[in-house]
């Protein structure tokens, strides 16, 4: 296989795959030894891709703006504006303000005949009932989850009782009709959902639990499901 094809099978999987997914995950798809595979992976960085991760740790594909960049089609357009939009009906107000922003920009970037079904599209999202605004900077807090650093914050219960929480900070989902903070909290000495709306006195604190969020947030999910199959 030409080194030219190669790297763009190896983007095209950086782009395709779960992330951060494994050197060796990477090798396989594109059929190449870890050897090559690492250098690869360094080749991509020096042309201006932004290629988090390490070996040992697995890559993710942060930013390939300054490489040739993908068309969409039809379907992948009108999913794109879908999305978009549910997060500006149903995410908080610095989400939904990014959301909006991302939109335009897309359309500004895209030729002229697929800007032109962006604007146009026939699927939307609406909301007549917008979600309850967090009480806490979910910006602060989608940023202590990528720096995997633990938080501290005060939380009150359905009854309205209040406890101090400190918590190993992992995702944050849309629960039916509110945002909720997906959780290890050391209090508990478990998973936890914890509302967004019902949080107060945010604190990042310093200490790490990088690299477990990945493997911690993969064992919540499973749980979650097993806990949904024993209730069906």
Known sequence: MARTERLFQLMQALRRLPSPVTAEQLADDTGVSPRTLYRDIETLRGLGAVIDGAAGFGYTLI???????LAFDTEEIEALVLGLREVMAVGDPDLASSAE???TKLGARLPATQSHRLKHAVLTAHRFDRPPAPTVAART???AIWEERQVRFAYRDAKGDSTEREVKPLGIVFFQSSHCLLAYCLLRDGFRAFRLDRMDALEVTQTSFRPHRTS???EFKQEMESARLRAS
Not at 63 to 69: K, M, S, T, Y
């Open 141 to 143: 807090l989608r940023t």
């Open 101 to 103: 922003a991302a939109l």
């Open 216 to 218: 911690l947030l993969r």
């Open 63 to 69: 930013e390939d703006a300054q490489l040739p960049p």
